[in-house]
């Protein structure tokens, strides 16, 4: 089974609208087109949560996602053995149909497989770590206002620009910050290891402080101390590396 870390957006309950809650449990594997697999159910649902005495839903829109992911892919790989052509321009059709079918449905959910992009934890502040417990085991997730969110991440896109970053960095970071400006500063951002923890031991997953090295790391790069930058990103980097690469040997 593919493990997968989880950046999503929350909004107030009065912002979406009725959503059945997101139950927890199985993962069936759908294939689409015959080629690809979403081990993802495929229920128009949504992750609920409480944050700051209010009531959030995050809309999963699975089939959405589904296509966006198999354009981006046909878009980045183009004539790639994995996915046909025809595959990909009928996801891409299907997807321009639901967009104009429902024009308020967006991905409110990015998903990593293996680890978690270390561009996500610039819009956290390193307090807003929690662990808790889920089915898998111990876990980990990061919660922050969207506002504030954005605005970590834009100052991280400055950061990195003024320490003359190349597009091949930036544009990661800048899409970041384009998808979430898509949402205004209310709601939530929240940030889950999901079952990507188990990957990791019971000490390491404990003393894990990935947003405090990301954040340590930029502050350092603003002050021009790069030898303390390049410390800081390789202690995280470092630690998601192994994860990482079961990305591109599954």
Known sequence: MIRSAQLRVYMPLERIGAFESHLFGGRPVVRTSGELV???PTTNDAFTAEWRGASHLCPRYPRLRMLEGIVAFWRDNPGSSVLSELAARRARQELV???AEAPEARSYIQSA???VPLRWFAAFDPEGREMYTASHGASIRYRTDLGSAVQRVSRAVEILEGAGFD???LDDVRDLERWLGEFGAEGMLELDYRDTA???DAATLLLDQSAADIAR???ALEHHDYEEAGLAYAQVAGRWAPAQALAYVN
């Open 38 to 40: 979403w081990a993802e």
């Open 97 to 99: 149909r639901l967009h």
């Open 113 to 115: 497989a293996w680890h």
């Open 167 to 169: 597009d091949g960095v």
């Open 198 to 200: 188990s990957l990791f």
């Open 217 to 219: 790391s930029l502050a």
